[in-house]
């Protein structure tokens, strides 16, 4: 059987977050007639508890952390929100902004879960080495929220690139010479900027 969830469109932020993916985010909790629920993850913070109104309860990793005011207040005055907030009034979307602590894949589960979200939005990751390393370690946040959770996950590539044709592989396949004109490096076929 079938549950259709009665909460909000998630959608995963992050500094890097593409006008790609507040643009999908937006135009579907528009059509689904849903507020779009911003979730900010502060991974310099861990939850420790919740207190007994609800409220999550952090601690900084680092001791020189930010605390987790500071951390919602900037979250709040960064570029990434107003463009949200223009996005989504110019819509009808109704907006809420959430800052959340610990790993981006179980916060945004855990919160899309307690919340009763219809779908998660998230983006494909950004090239880096700082990305790389991040990946070595966990994952994507998108592939671990697609295969650890039960609300639906809608993956926005990041890139405008055309899908590959099939001649474009076969003739990277039967290339003497990987460095060609016009035939990408393989490691921008496996790793490229926008890929999960």
Known sequence: MSVVRSGPVVVGLAATTSDRVLDEAVAIARDLGRQLACVFV?????????????????????SNAMNAADAVETAAASPLTSRIVAKASAAGVDLAFHTLAGDPATAIARFAVDHDARLIVVGTRR???????????AGPVSSRLARRQPVPVLVVPVHDRAPWSSTAADELLLADDADAPGIPAPDDLMFGDGHA
């Open 127 to 137: 090239t880096g080495i700082r990305a790389s390393l991040g990946l070595l370690i």
């Open 42 to 62: 502060d991974e310099s913070r861990v939850p420790i508890g919740e207190a007994p109104d609800g409220t999550v309860v952090t601690a900084p990793i680092a």
